[in-house]
């Protein structure tokens, strides 16, 4: 019998948000990829369409239609909405030059711009990633448009903003390589801590989790994510695949493959964080298939359904985990 709930009715069960990042013209056009976003899911996060970029394609207009459709896709099959990103150095819009603002300009323009975008989805957004990926891989402040022009603070500043216009709405940092205790993860939790100390709303962290081979190691998650929850804040997986280096993949992927996120998602249950998104719904919707040179460097089938949307032996491993503890 068990063998006929899906992953979103075991997950139900279990009391865990299992998510998946989508993308609207895909929802459109292909009914195999809405019906496994719309049963296999509980939560779900736009994949680029509430990015600043896809947003806003000229100086005084914002394009909603994208973020919108994935939003009501959700709603209207009782899917939890993570909100993903407002303040980002990647995706920005084309138009959109720095340096023809003063930095007061650039305040105003990301106030007005956190205001719009996290007002618009008022009582409909759950959870919102404010920034991502403020913290260089060595620890330092990444040097952005932003952080050149405001320096530190435009993160406390970001965070204030969207619960200025939002009291409810779950306020998370979010970061790549920073999912196990590491130099990286070291340096953002000073940072959160920092803000925190300052009473900067700032309700989670989210780790993204684009896991290679056997790394991150599923222990040091564990311990990184109570260390977080420590502090006070809620922890969520929010962009987990898993590739193998080309040429270094083991003979068995599809298997190994399985065993870790098997290994990661009882980890991180164990630990209290019952938030894990995937990036993608099938392998051939994956970002790794066709960003930059990624392709060539890394297999491309992290996620839990292959490009037929069939479930992969990662799927059951995720969906027995989630029935055994
Ligand atoms: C990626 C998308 O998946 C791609 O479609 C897009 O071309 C580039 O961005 N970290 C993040 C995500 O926070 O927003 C990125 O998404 C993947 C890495």
Redesign the pocket.
């Known amino acids: 019998m068990s063998n006929e709930q899906t992953l979103r009715d075991v997950a139900d069960e279990r009391g865990v948000s299992l998510g998946a990042?989508i993308?609207p013209d895909t929802l459109r056009r292909n009914p195999s990829y809405w019906k496994t976003a719309s049963s296999e899911f509980n939560l779900l996060t736009p994949?680029?369409a509430l990015?600043m970029g896809p947003l806003r394609p000229s100086r005084h207009t914002y394009d909603f239609r994208d973020a919108d459709a994935v939003v009501e896709f959700g709603e209207n099959h009782d899917a939890t909405i993570r909100g993903?990103?407002l303040v980002?150095h990647?995706?920005k819009p084309d138009w959109f030059q720095a340096w023809e603002y003063t930095p007061e300009q650039l305040r105003a323009f990301l106030r007005d711009h956190i205001h719009t975008v996290v007002g618009r989805y008022h009582g409909r957004i759950d959870a919102w990633?404010v920034v991502?990926?403020a913290v260089a891989d060595d620890g330092s402040m990444r040097r952005t448009v932003w952080s050149d022009a405001l320096g530190e603070e435009y993160l406390a500043d970001a965070f204030r903003w969207a619960r200025e216009i939002d009291p409810d709405v779950d306020l998370y940092y979010?970061d790549?390589g920073a999912d196990e205790v590491n130099e990286k993860s070291d340096a953002i939790y000073d940072l959160l801590e920092r803000l925190l100390a300052r009473d900067v709303p700032i309700d989670g962290v989210g780790l993204?989790l684009?896991a290679l081979g056997d790394w991150p190691d599923p222990d040091s998650i564990a311990e990184n994510v109570r260390r977080f929850q420590d502090l006070g804040l809620e922890v969520e997986i929010?962009?987990m695949d898993v590739a193998y280096h080309r040429g270094e993949a083991p003979s068995n992927p599809l298997e190994v493959q399985a065993e870790y996120y098997r290994d990661v998602v009882d980890a991180c249950l164990e630990a209290g964080c019952e938030t894990i998104v995937t990036?993608?719904v099938g392998d051939g919707n994956s970002?790794l298939r066709?960003?930059k040179d990624f392709g060539e460097r890394y297999t491309g089938d992290p996620l839990l359904f292959d490009d037929r949307y069939e479930p992969k032996p990662a799927y059951h491993a995720v969906k027995d985990t989630l029935q055994d503890q």
Do not use: I, V
């Open positions: 990042a993308d994949e680029n990015k993903h990103t980002w990647n995706q990633d991502n990926e979010n790549y993204q684009h929010t962009e990036w993608g970002w066709g960003f």
